[in-house]
Every structure is written in C-alpha cells, then in structure tokens.
C-alpha cells in the first residue's frame, strides 16, 4: 500500500534525522537535519490520518480519529515535561536540549521498528472489510 510505504519510510527517516541532529556539530547540517526531522514527522501524521480514512468503517471513523488525536495531545503533554527534565538536569542547556532530542529519535525508532513487525495494512483492512458494519 502506498500509505504504508510513506509512513514506514517518514517516520523512521524523521526518527534517523532528529538522532543525526543530535550528533552533528551546529551549522547548515544540524539545521536541515532538524528542518527534515520535524517535516517528515509532520508528512506522516497526515498519512496516518487519511489511512485510518480508508480503512476504518465509516461509523467507527470518528472515534478512530478523536483517539488518535487524544494520545497526540498526550504526547503534546508530556514531551515538554521530559525535555524540561533533561534541559533542567544537564550540565548547560545545549547538552540538554541535544539528550531531550536523541531520547525522541531513540523512542521514535522504537516504535517504528514495533511497528514494522505490529501493522499490516493489507492483513487489517481485509480482516476489517470481512467484518459487517455494527450499528453503533
């Protein structure tokens, strides 16, 4: 499927990007590679959601979605807590930032690798099409 192959492609290059971001000294390098960390992550959000369009039953859709959004929210909550953490407790607040970063590229390519072995794209949406639409 060509939604599964931008997201499995997007999210672990974002991941790769944010990590080589991190190890890079400043200049135009960490700068793109922080530029295409943060676009690829973004492309693939986009992604997730029209997938979830296309394979989530039309009257389920709606709580997919509010979910999907609920745990990004979360995420939204607790990524600033864990960089403030690693900012608060480092040495100066570069190094800070740069160990606040690698953990997100780190847990990124965590779960793209569980992902990889997780969805099936082709394996969902037929179990999902076989099942008839419950009333909700």
């Known amino acids: 499927s060509v939604l599964a192959s931008d997201n499995t492609t997007a999210v672990p290059g974002a991941a ?3 990590v080589g971001f991190t190890i890079v000294s400043a200049g135009l390098l960490q700068i793109l590679l922080v530029c295409l960390a943060f676009s ?12 979830i369009a296309d394979v989530v039953q039309s009257r389920k859709r709606g709580m997919v979605l509010g979910g999907l959004g609920a745990v990004s929210s979360i995420s939204g909550m607790i ?6 953490f690693s900012v608060g407790r480092a040495a100066d607040k570069i190094s800070g930032y740069g160990t606040g970063f690698l953990i997100s590229g780190i847990l990124m390519i965590v779960g793209s ?6 969805v099936n794209p082709e394996r969902d ?8 639409e419950e009333t909700a």
């Open 40 to 51: 690829l992550n973004t492309a693939a959000y986009g992604v997730a959601l029209t997938a």
């Open 125 to 132: 949406i037929t179990v999902i099409r076989k099942r008839p």
């Open 16 to 18: 790769i990007t944010l």
């Open 79 to 84: 990524a600033p807590l864990v960089l403030g």
């Open 113 to 118: 690798a569980i992902a990889v072995f997780l």
